[in-house]
């Protein structure tokens, strides 16, 4: 081996020299800009040496004296990446146990020395021979090893170290000692929230800090073949200038603080950029010295998943989920060493295919399999050719909400967003890249918190895993999370949400709405699913203001509640709200905050249930929603005005002016035909919609049909006019694929509700047939709960029902009230899982119901909502 020379003599007073040095090594640090922080540490590191020898041979004894210790400089110091005011990390070998009991005086006055010339000293004595043990629960010890160099004293010793234990101890624990790296890199990573996009970041340990650096250098020596790929990779120049800039950040900040800090905190931000730390630009901007801190923290991380991917493994790092086991037709990718590769077959290269990386990314986000760098780079080269490829409109849509939708689509998200295929697809994403909007409440950069809050979101779906205090908080959110009727528009505005922050200095929640839109035409979404996405949006922050506000207070829940138009609508408002508080930091999210959250969402929807009689349209009074909606009819605003008449706001708010000029159109060709029905059919989700004259039982005969065909009503409502004339909706999903798989079964359905409709003993014909096949059992059972309120309303009576879901069950309780000659004025129809909660609005001949008639209304409803009753 060689040993480092010991060039120009010892000083005559090797402290002083050093200090000396180190004036001299922050005076070029500071007015020199080509003078990095690499430089800097190197220089360190030889003043460093020149201190020890010297202080060697005062203290300890010659320098080679083959009876005496050795000393060797490990870790960081042994690299001669000795930061200012890092620790010197020493190590005296000794030959046999005992042995440093006889150096042991003079090694102390030499560790006393460098602490009286102001230097940390990190000294650790050992033998031989317990270099040569690998011990899992003190890793960083052999981890130190590999940077072992040596500086002075027995030589004999030190060879052995250095060409002997070294590698010996590589080539009998190269698995454990890679094993037990990659748990403390994780274990280090999960600290810092697995993201290198905090906005304060810890510049050594934060995930592509410079221990990440370190722990690449540390796999090349572990895996010879991630060192060659160390020589051979494109990003080798890229991964070197991130090493230089991190190197003079750091150096920054121990010539700055005068200590081992590591902190990039706002200030520090702000100074490093005023002198254009480990930049060449002649901007001073903190915020693009930040950008070029985080594309720096990337090449880092990039060159860790590289070298993490050549770690030898007993066992693939994750398991791979069967559906990505079998053989694709396409042959598109595979899944090898835990990662997604996209395969080059027969010319074809699926990394220069627009919907081939698209369903990569999906296998990706619904799997957790990381694709892997090779490929990432294939894709980033190929973005100009993707660009020309892809399509928009309805096809873009499904295939973006693939991604949105699967359990890891915060992992492909931010790959996605790396190589910059995200902004390809969502250009508006561009502007927050990196983005740091400095606050004191924030943690990460606005991208990430994009991500974390998505990563939030899908995280409810595995709320078993979550410990702590916050598990029954996860759980009850997760209850709403699986019953959102629109999961991809929930996570497309999470998605979008932030946009605005990028390009605007007012309101950002108006200019992510503006941004968004454009979005949503791109992606041809209807005037329904587009209002959704842009009302979250722009509301996101209205729950959290409400909860700063008395929850308690009647005005806070009636002005919070006119922000939300629908059940379905509050639910989503309320886990984007949970989401985005638990986003800002890992601690934002307290058990006070969630049950607080929860509070505000329960006293809402009770609110939204019993008051949606209160207002009612006037065609005397003309809002501004019914001159939209009038603009829509030019010469036919007297018509229009006449059949709003009498409907509650509520429908009007529900509905887009599309929507309701539909439902004129319907009612103007009553005349002709007294059913007039519109289906809009979709594979997740369908609508059928009834506009007709009011009768007996009408809303009881719709839910009779669809329960016959096996349709799973999730939501309903019925809104009747001052005319007598009704617009009943119903929602419903198809369990059994029965309209997708047979098309000329949405006419038979159209033509059954039609016929039950004019036919009041149809629809319970097919009920009957219905209830005769299987059931499944529940898996919660639900008490039936039947409960009136008299007061919320001045125009009806309201009666909550609450029951275990079933099929028929809202036929069951619509036909009860209709035997009890009550007209449903209004319907709101919710499924919690296994538990129904449906709430009518009921009038008998034209007004409330009679207080002394509820007691027999409750006994009717009851007994029909009992399984032997109704089979």
């Not at 221990?211 to 895996?223: E, L, P, S």
């Not at 930040?290 to 993490?308: C, D, I, K, N």
């Not at 609508?569 to 985005?580: G, I, K, S, V």
Request: proline share 4%.
């Amino acid at each position: 081996m060689q040993h480092e020379p010991n060039a120009g003599g010892l000083p005559q007073d090797p402290t002083a020299d050093y200090s000396a040095a180190m004036d001299a090594i922050r005076t070029r640090f500071f007015s020199e800009p080509q003078y990095r922080g690499p430089q800097a540490i190197l220089a360190r590191s030889d003043a460093a040496d020149r201190m020890v020898r010297a202080l060697w041979a005062r203290s300890v004894g010659p320098e080679d004296a083959v009876d005496g210790p050795a000393l060797l400089a490990v870790g960081g110091y042994g690299r001669r990446e000795l930061f200012p005011a890092s620790d010197l990390d020493l190590l005296f070998v000794v030959a046999e146990a005992g042995g440093e009991r006889e150096f042991k005086d003079r090694i102390r006055s030499l560790t006393q020395a460098l602490w009286d010339a102001g230097v940390r000293v990190a000294a650790t004595t050992r033998t031989v021979a317990e270099c040569q043990r690998f011990d899992p629960e003190n890793t960083e010890f052999t981890l130190s090893l590999l940077d072992a160099r040596a500086l002075v004293g027995n030589r004999v010793l030190a060879d052995r170290v250095c060409d002997e234990v070294v590698p010996g101890v590589l080539a009998a624990e190269r698995r454990p000692l890679a094993a037990r790296l990659l748990k403390l890199t994780r274990e280090r990573h999960a600290r810092y929230g697995d993201t290198i996009f905090h906005l304060e970041p810890n510049i050594k340990d934060c995930p592509g800090g410079l221990r990440d650096a370190n722990v690449c250098g540390w796999i090349g020596k572990i895996a010879p073949s991630a060192d060659r790929l160390r020589e051979n990779s494109a990003g080798s120049a890229e991964f070197e200038r991130a090493f230089a800039f991190l190197a003079s950040c750091r150096c920054f900040l121990h010539f700055r603080n005068g200590r081992d800090v590591n902190a990039l905190d706002w200030k520090a931000q702000d100074a490093a950029a005023a002198e254009g730390v480990g930049i060449d630009a002649e901007t001073r901007d903190p915020a693009y010295w930040m950008q070029m801190y985080f594309r720096y923290a990337r090449a880092v991380e990039r060159r860790l998943e590289q070298s993490v991917a050549a770690l030898p493994s007993s066992k693939p790092l994750l398991r791979v989920p069967q559906f990505l086991r079998r053989k694709d037709a396409a042959q598109e990718f595979v899944v090898e060493g835990g990662q997604l590769r996209l395969q080059r077959s027969n010319g074809f290269d699926p990394a220069q295919d627009f919907e081939a990386v698209m369903r990569a990314f999906a296998a990706v986000s619904e799997s957790g399999v990381p694709m892997s760098r090779e490929s990432q780079d294939r894709v980033e080269e190929a973005l100009p050719v993707l660009n020309a490829q892809m399509d928009e409109g309805e096809h873009l849509w499904r295939q973006m909400e693939r991604i949105l939708c699967g359990r890891y689509a915060g992992l492909a998200l931010r790959s996605m967003h790396a190589q910059g295929l995200l902004e390809l697809t969502v250009p508006e994403f561009h502007g927050i890249d990196a983005l740091v909007v400095r606050d004191a409440y924030h943690r990460y950069t606005v991208d990430e918190h994009t991500f974390v809050l998505l990563d939030t979101l899908h995280g409810l779906s595995s709320v078993g895993e979550t410990k702590g205090p916050m598990a029954e908080w996860a759980r009850r959110f997760a209850g709403l999370m699986r019953e959102v009727q629109h999961p991809g528009l929930l996570f497309l505005a999470a998605l979008l949400h932030d946009t605005g922050k990028g390009r605007s200095m007012g309101s950002h929640t108006v200019e992510s709405a503006r941004l968004a839109r454009a979005v949503l035409a791109r992606l041809d979404r209807d005037s329904f699913e587009s209002g959704l996405v842009l009302r979250l949006i722009e509301n996101h922050l209205e729950m959290s203001a409400a909860l700063r506000r008395d929850i308690f207070d009647a005005e806070t829940v009636r002005a919070f509640a006119g922000c939300v138009q629908t059940p379905e609508e509050l639910r989503m408002l309320t886990l984007f709200t949970y989401a985005d508080i638990n986003a800002v930091h890992p601690d934002a999210l307290t058990p006070w905050k969630a049950e607080n959250l929860w509070r505000l969402y329960i006293q809402t929807s009770n609110y939204l249930d019993r008051n949606v009689d209160d207002e009612r349209v006037d065609a005397r009074v003309s809002s501004d929603l019914v001159q939209r909606i009038t603009a829509l009819l030019p010469g036919e605003s007297r018509e229009a005005l006449r059949f709003l008449e009498g409907f509650p706001q509520r429908y009007l708010q529900t509905r887009s002016p599309e929507q309701i000029r539909t439902h004129f159109e319907m009612s103007k060709r009553l005349a002709t035909d007294a059913v007039q029905l519109d289906l809009h059919w979709r594979a997740d989700r369908s609508e059928i919609t009834l506009v007709t004259p009011d009768r007996q039982m009408l809303f009881a005969r719709i839910a009779g049909v669809l329960s016959s065909f096996g349709m799973n009503i999730i939501t309903a409502d019925a809104f009747s006019n001052a005319h007598g004339v009704v617009v009943d909706s119903f929602r419903f999903t198809d369990g059994f694929r029965t309209l997708e798989l047979n098309p000329e079964e949405r006419d038979r359905l159209l033509k059954a509700v039609h016929d039950a409709v004019l036919d009041e003993g149809a629809a319970a014909r097919m009920i009957a047939a219905r209830r005769r096949s299987r059931r499944r059992d529940p898996l919660v059972h639900v008490e039936t709960s039947v409960q009136f309120d008299t007061t919320s309303s001045s125009h009806a009576t309201i009666v909550q029902v609450i029951a275990q879901d079933q099929p028929g069950l809202l036929y069951t309780v619509a036909q009860a009230l209709g035997e009890a000659r009550c007209d449903i004025v209004v319907a709101l129809i919710d499924t919690e899982g296994d538990t129904a909660i449906d709430v009518f609005y009921l009038r008998r001949d034209g007004t409330v119901l009679d207080a002394a008639d509820l007691p027999d209304l409750q006994k009717a409803l009851e007994a029909a909502l009992t399984p032997d009753v109704h089979g």
